[in-house]
């Protein structure tokens, strides 16, 4: 076990294709710190869009939209709750909409389908956790959690994934690293 339990971590390699047979971003980034990361997945499928999701997405509050929930681990212990949300037309009938991993992550597999990030709008609140959220994360009931909200955006200006990511504020370290043209 590591001695220092807390987790730092970067956006770049989640927003990025990556090779044929790589791993998925979580898997490559846990291992390139010495660490074990690995992800469960809860549910996949068409939902009904929450209305912040909605908002985000464009579409009408209640459309069905397809989530890929999952639970993320590391070192064997929960350590992110993640909701991966698409439109619909982009996500219906592919792997995203099912609870197999997919080779080399989703958004592999979106740039294979011709939906490419062009741009990216992450927004981070620290808040209270939900008694659900406390009970999977394994947090204490005065613990906060992180919650990361991320919209990629194509370069036609369409929003094609929505994640909502809720983490122990105590074993968290988000870091951002801009380039400047």
Known sequence: MQSDTRWVSSSLPYLQARPDGSPDAWSAETAAQGRRGRQKIVHAGEVPAPDVVAGLLGVPPGEAVVVRRRLMLLDDRPSELTDTYYPAPIARGTPLAGTAKIPGGAVT?????GYAGATVREDVVARMPTDDERQTLDTTPDEPVLQLTRLTIDSGGR???VDL??????????RYEIALP
């Open 159 to 161: 929003p094609i994934q």
């Open 165 to 174: 990511m809720t983490m122990p504020a105590h074993s968290q370290r988000l």
């Open 109 to 113: 597999l979106l740039a294979r389908l």
